[in-house]
Protein backbone atom coordinates (compact mmCIF):
# COMPACT_ATOMS: atom_id res chain seq x y z
CA UNK A 1 0.00 0.00 0.00
CA UNK A 2 1.47 3.10 -1.29
CA UNK A 3 1.89 5.49 2.21
CA UNK A 4 -0.31 9.13 1.66
CA UNK A 5 2.59 11.32 3.45
CA UNK A 6 0.02 14.00 5.74
CA UNK A 7 1.42 16.95 5.67
CA UNK A 8 -1.05 18.60 7.57
CA UNK A 9 -0.61 16.29 9.85
CA UNK A 10 3.29 16.52 10.69
CA UNK A 11 2.54 20.34 10.57
CA UNK A 12 0.14 20.28 13.41
CA UNK A 13 2.99 17.52 15.52
CA UNK A 14 5.82 21.26 14.39
CA UNK A 15 3.10 23.39 15.75
CA UNK A 16 2.47 21.82 18.97
CA UNK A 17 6.28 21.27 19.33
CA UNK A 18 6.78 24.76 19.20
CA UNK A 19 4.37 25.91 21.55
CA UNK A 20 6.56 24.99 24.98
CA UNK A 21 9.62 27.02 23.59
CA UNK A 22 7.21 30.11 22.88
CA UNK A 23 6.03 30.27 26.22
CA UNK A 24 8.96 30.13 28.00
CA UNK A 25 10.60 32.53 25.68
CA UNK A 26 7.54 34.92 26.51
CA UNK A 27 7.89 34.07 30.47
CA UNK A 28 11.16 35.01 30.04
CA UNK A 29 10.15 38.78 28.34
CA UNK A 30 10.74 37.77 25.10
CA UNK A 31 7.13 36.80 22.41
CA UNK A 32 8.77 35.89 19.22
CA UNK A 33 7.67 38.15 16.65
CA UNK A 34 7.29 37.69 13.00
CA UNK A 35 7.27 41.10 10.85
CA UNK A 36 5.57 40.39 7.12
CA UNK A 37 5.80 43.11 4.34
CA UNK A 38 3.45 42.78 1.48
CA UNK A 39 3.94 45.21 -1.23
CA UNK A 40 1.26 43.72 -4.48
CA UNK A 41 -2.21 43.32 -4.87
CA UNK A 42 -1.83 39.32 -5.71
CA UNK A 43 -4.88 37.69 -4.22
CA UNK A 44 -2.34 34.85 -3.66
CA UNK A 45 0.07 36.25 -1.80
CA UNK A 46 -2.53 38.30 0.43
CA UNK A 47 -3.92 34.67 1.11
CA UNK A 48 -0.29 33.31 2.13
CA UNK A 49 0.51 36.44 3.95
CA UNK A 50 -3.15 36.16 6.26
CA UNK A 51 -2.16 32.88 6.45
CA UNK A 52 0.96 32.95 8.06
CA UNK A 53 -0.69 35.79 10.92
CA UNK A 54 -3.17 32.79 11.29
CA UNK A 55 -0.42 30.19 12.08
CA UNK A 56 1.32 32.54 14.80
CA UNK A 57 -1.51 33.64 16.30
CA UNK A 58 -2.06 29.72 16.95
CA UNK A 59 1.14 29.29 18.69
CA UNK A 60 1.27 32.42 20.16
CA UNK A 61 3.89 34.04 18.08
CA UNK A 62 3.46 37.69 17.98
CA UNK A 63 2.67 39.67 14.60
CA UNK A 64 2.85 43.06 12.61
CA UNK A 65 1.62 43.28 9.89
CA UNK A 66 2.90 46.07 7.04
CA UNK A 67 1.18 46.57 3.62
CA UNK A 68 2.93 49.34 1.42
CA UNK A 69 1.56 50.63 -2.06
CA UNK A 70 2.92 48.42 -4.60
CA UNK A 71 3.34 52.04 -6.67
CA UNK A 72 5.68 53.20 -4.08
CA UNK A 73 9.33 54.10 -4.41
CA UNK A 74 11.85 51.18 -3.50
CA UNK A 75 13.01 53.32 -0.58
CA UNK A 76 9.80 53.24 1.36
CA UNK A 77 10.35 49.77 1.47
CA UNK A 78 13.88 49.64 2.28
CA UNK A 79 12.65 51.98 4.99
CA UNK A 80 10.38 49.85 6.40
CA UNK A 81 13.44 46.86 6.22
CA UNK A 82 15.57 49.25 7.97
CA UNK A 83 13.18 49.86 11.03
CA UNK A 84 11.89 46.41 11.45
CA UNK A 85 15.79 45.57 11.41
CA UNK A 86 15.96 47.76 14.19
CA UNK A 87 13.50 47.56 16.04
CA UNK A 88 13.80 44.83 19.16
CA UNK A 89 10.39 43.00 19.54
CA UNK A 90 10.67 41.73 15.83
CA UNK A 91 12.60 38.44 15.17
CA UNK A 92 11.55 37.58 11.93
CA UNK A 93 11.44 39.34 9.02
CA UNK A 94 9.30 38.52 5.66
CA UNK A 95 9.37 40.08 2.68
CA UNK A 96 6.71 38.47 0.56
CA UNK A 97 7.69 37.92 -3.13
CA UNK A 98 7.06 39.13 -5.97
CA UNK A 99 7.43 42.73 -5.48
CA UNK A 100 7.35 45.17 -8.21
CA UNK A 101 9.56 45.25 -10.95
CA UNK A 102 10.99 48.47 -9.77
CA UNK A 103 12.08 47.38 -6.91
CA UNK A 104 15.05 45.14 -7.04
CA UNK A 105 14.71 42.05 -4.84
CA UNK A 106 18.15 41.36 -4.09
CA UNK A 107 18.77 44.46 -2.68
CA UNK A 108 15.69 43.77 -0.67
CA UNK A 109 17.22 40.52 0.82
CA UNK A 110 20.80 42.24 1.25
CA UNK A 111 19.08 44.26 3.26
CA UNK A 112 17.55 42.35 6.11
CA UNK A 113 19.36 41.39 8.99
CA UNK A 114 20.33 38.14 8.46
CA UNK A 115 19.85 37.39 12.05
CA UNK A 116 15.78 37.96 11.38
CA UNK A 117 16.16 36.72 7.72
CA UNK A 118 13.67 33.85 8.38
CA UNK A 119 13.33 32.72 4.90
CA UNK A 120 16.66 31.86 4.91
CA UNK A 121 16.88 33.76 2.02
CA UNK A 122 20.27 36.57 2.49
CA UNK A 123 23.38 35.75 0.50
CA UNK A 124 25.12 35.55 4.26
CA UNK A 125 22.51 32.93 5.08
CA UNK A 126 22.74 31.12 1.60
CA UNK A 127 26.47 30.44 1.84
CA UNK A 128 25.80 29.55 5.60
CA UNK A 129 23.47 26.66 4.35
CA UNK A 130 25.86 25.91 1.24
CA UNK A 131 29.13 25.33 3.88
CA UNK A 132 26.99 22.69 6.52
CA UNK A 133 26.56 25.59 8.67
CA UNK A 134 22.77 27.16 8.49
CA UNK A 135 21.48 29.82 10.62
CA UNK A 136 17.69 29.84 8.76
CA UNK A 137 16.68 26.67 6.45
CA UNK A 138 14.95 27.96 3.80
CA UNK A 139 11.35 26.87 4.99
CA UNK A 140 9.84 24.99 1.94
CA UNK A 141 13.68 22.76 2.04
CA UNK A 142 13.69 22.07 5.60
CA UNK A 143 9.67 21.14 5.86
CA UNK A 144 10.50 18.65 3.12
CA UNK A 145 13.54 17.19 5.14
CA UNK A 146 10.98 16.69 8.35
CA UNK A 147 8.13 15.09 6.57
CA UNK A 148 10.70 12.53 4.78
CA UNK A 149 11.77 11.86 8.96
CA UNK A 150 7.79 11.69 9.40
CA UNK A 151 7.92 8.77 6.91
CA UNK A 152 10.97 7.23 8.25
CA UNK A 153 12.56 7.55 4.81
CA UNK A 154 16.24 7.10 5.37
CA UNK A 155 17.88 9.56 2.96
CA UNK A 156 21.70 8.44 3.57
CA UNK A 157 23.14 6.63 0.90
CA UNK A 158 19.52 6.88 -1.42
CA UNK A 159 19.85 8.53 -4.77
CA UNK A 160 17.41 11.82 -4.75
CA UNK A 161 16.52 13.69 -7.57
CA UNK A 162 15.67 17.13 -7.48
CA UNK A 163 13.24 18.57 -10.38
CA UNK A 164 13.71 22.66 -10.72
CA UNK A 165 16.64 24.65 -9.37
CA UNK A 166 14.98 27.70 -7.82
CA UNK A 167 16.60 29.98 -4.87
CA UNK A 168 13.92 29.09 -3.02
CA UNK A 169 13.30 25.16 -3.58
CA UNK A 170 15.40 23.40 -5.74
CA UNK A 171 19.43 24.71 -4.96
CA UNK A 172 18.66 24.98 -1.09
CA UNK A 173 16.92 21.26 -1.35
CA UNK A 174 19.44 19.52 -2.97
CA UNK A 175 22.13 21.37 -0.69
CA UNK A 176 20.69 19.92 2.33
CA UNK A 177 20.15 16.48 1.12
CA UNK A 178 24.06 16.03 -0.02
CA UNK A 179 24.98 17.80 3.84
CA UNK A 180 27.00 15.48 6.06
CA UNK A 181 24.12 15.39 8.51
CA UNK A 182 20.46 14.00 9.17
CA UNK A 183 18.22 14.43 6.29
CA UNK A 184 21.19 14.22 4.37
CA UNK A 185 24.00 12.01 3.10
CA UNK A 186 22.05 11.68 -0.18
CA UNK A 187 23.74 11.29 -3.52
CA UNK A 188 21.91 13.77 -5.54
CA UNK A 189 20.84 14.84 -8.91
CA UNK A 190 19.32 18.52 -9.82
CA UNK A 191 17.17 18.24 -12.97
CA UNK A 192 15.79 21.38 -14.92
CA UNK A 193 14.26 22.43 -18.47
CA UNK A 194 17.87 22.09 -19.90
CA UNK A 195 18.09 17.97 -18.55
CA UNK A 196 18.91 15.50 -21.62
CA UNK A 197 16.37 12.73 -21.01
CA UNK A 198 14.58 13.67 -17.57
CA UNK A 199 12.76 10.40 -17.66
CA UNK A 200 15.98 8.31 -17.16
CA UNK A 201 17.13 10.76 -14.04
CA UNK A 202 13.83 9.88 -12.31
CA UNK A 203 13.81 5.97 -12.92
CA UNK A 204 17.19 5.91 -11.22
CA UNK A 205 15.87 7.50 -8.31
CA UNK A 206 14.66 6.16 -5.05
CA UNK A 207 13.19 9.87 -3.43
CA UNK A 208 11.62 12.51 -6.18
CA UNK A 209 11.37 16.06 -5.45
CA UNK A 210 9.17 17.91 -7.86
CA UNK A 211 9.65 21.37 -7.79
CA UNK A 212 9.28 22.73 -10.56
CA UNK A 213 6.41 24.65 -11.16
CA UNK A 214 4.73 22.56 -14.03
CA UNK A 215 1.21 21.14 -13.38
CA UNK A 216 1.65 17.34 -13.46
CA UNK A 217 4.74 17.00 -15.49
CA UNK A 218 5.74 14.08 -13.87
CA UNK A 219 3.51 10.72 -14.59
CA UNK A 220 3.68 7.60 -13.12
CA UNK A 221 5.05 6.01 -16.34
CA UNK A 222 8.31 8.20 -15.63
CA UNK A 223 8.67 6.28 -12.14
CA UNK A 224 10.32 3.53 -10.78
CA UNK A 225 8.11 1.17 -8.34
CA UNK A 226 8.93 2.66 -4.57
CA UNK A 227 10.06 5.59 -5.13
CA UNK A 228 9.24 7.94 -2.52
CA UNK A 229 7.65 11.45 -4.60
CA UNK A 230 7.21 14.52 -2.91
CA UNK A 231 5.50 17.09 -4.70
CA UNK A 232 6.06 20.88 -3.91
CA UNK A 233 4.31 22.28 -7.01
CA UNK A 234 1.31 24.64 -6.48
CA UNK A 235 -0.14 25.32 -9.41
CA UNK A 236 -3.87 26.57 -10.31
CA UNK A 237 -5.57 24.99 -13.30
CA UNK A 238 -8.86 25.89 -15.47
CA UNK A 239 -11.34 23.12 -15.18
CA UNK A 240 -14.62 22.84 -15.97
CA UNK A 241 -16.16 23.68 -13.07
CA UNK A 242 -13.67 26.35 -12.25
CA UNK A 243 -10.23 25.71 -11.31
CA UNK A 244 -8.21 23.59 -8.73
CA UNK A 245 -4.98 23.18 -7.47
CA UNK A 246 -2.58 20.21 -8.72
CA UNK A 247 0.82 19.68 -7.94
CA UNK A 248 4.10 18.88 -10.58
CA UNK A 249 3.42 15.15 -9.74
CA UNK A 250 0.39 13.65 -11.22
CA UNK A 251 -1.11 12.17 -7.99
CA UNK A 252 -3.34 9.49 -9.83
CA UNK A 253 -0.93 7.86 -11.84
CA UNK A 254 2.17 8.54 -9.78
CA UNK A 255 0.34 7.33 -6.36
CA UNK A 256 0.36 3.28 -7.14
CA UNK A 257 3.95 3.38 -8.24
CA UNK A 258 5.15 5.36 -5.35
CA UNK A 259 5.86 3.84 -1.66
CA UNK A 260 4.98 7.24 -0.15
CA UNK A 261 3.71 10.05 -1.79
CA UNK A 262 2.86 13.63 -0.61
CA UNK A 263 -0.71 15.10 -1.92
CA UNK A 264 -1.45 18.69 -3.01
CA UNK A 265 -3.25 20.57 -1.15
CA UNK A 266 -2.06 19.01 1.98
CA UNK A 267 1.61 17.99 1.53
CA UNK A 268 4.22 20.05 1.41
CA UNK A 269 2.19 23.66 1.95
CA UNK A 270 1.67 23.63 5.45
CA UNK A 271 5.16 22.59 5.98
CA UNK A 272 5.98 25.81 4.77
CA UNK A 273 3.92 27.38 6.76
CA UNK A 274 4.80 25.33 10.14
CA UNK A 275 8.61 25.91 9.27
CA UNK A 276 8.40 29.68 8.91
CA UNK A 277 7.20 29.74 12.53
CA UNK A 278 10.49 27.11 13.46
CA UNK A 279 12.43 29.72 12.24
CA UNK A 280 10.53 32.60 14.24
CA UNK A 281 10.95 30.51 17.08
CA UNK A 282 14.63 30.32 16.46
CA UNK A 283 15.46 33.64 15.55
CA UNK A 284 13.70 34.87 19.29
CA UNK A 285 15.80 32.43 21.08
CA UNK A 286 19.07 33.15 19.65
CA UNK A 287 18.60 36.71 20.03
CA UNK A 288 17.26 36.48 23.64
CA UNK A 289 19.88 33.79 24.65
CA UNK A 290 17.04 31.78 25.77
CA UNK A 291 17.71 28.42 24.77
CA UNK A 292 14.28 26.36 23.31
CA UNK A 293 14.09 22.63 22.10
CA UNK A 294 12.76 22.98 18.88
CA UNK A 295 10.66 19.75 16.98
N1 LIG B 1 6.54 34.12 -2.22
C1 LIG B 1 6.31 32.83 -2.54
N2 LIG B 1 6.97 32.00 -1.70
C2 LIG B 1 7.63 32.80 -0.84
C3 LIG B 1 8.48 32.54 0.27
O1 LIG B 1 8.79 31.40 0.62
N3 LIG B 1 8.95 33.64 0.92
C4 LIG B 1 8.66 34.90 0.54
N4 LIG B 1 9.20 35.91 1.23
N5 LIG B 1 7.87 35.17 -0.48
C5 LIG B 1 7.36 34.13 -1.16
Same mark, same amino acid.
Given at each position: ????????????????????GIDDLTAAGTTPCLATVLMNNDPASQTYVS???????????????????????AAELFDTVDELNADPEVHGILVQMPLPDHV??????????????????????????? =????????? /?????? #? $?? !? @??? +????????????????????????????????? =????????? /?????? #? $?? !? @??? +???????????????????????????????????????????????????? @????????????????????????????????????
Amino acid at each position: MTEIIDGNEVAQGIRDGLVAGIDDLTAAGTTPCLATVLMNNDPASQTYVSMKHKDCEEVGIATRDIELDPEAPAAELFDTVDELNADPEVHGILVQMPLPDHVDEREVLRRIDPAKDVDGFHPENVGRLV =AGNARFKPC /TPHGVQ #K $LL !A @AAD +VETEGADAVVVGRSNIVGKPMANLLIQKADGGN =ATTTVCHSR /TDDLEA #K $LR !A @ADI +VIAAAGVPEMITGDMLSADTVVIDVGINRVETDEGSELVGDVDFESAKPKAK @AITPVPGGVGPMTRAMLLWNTVKAASAESGVDVRLP
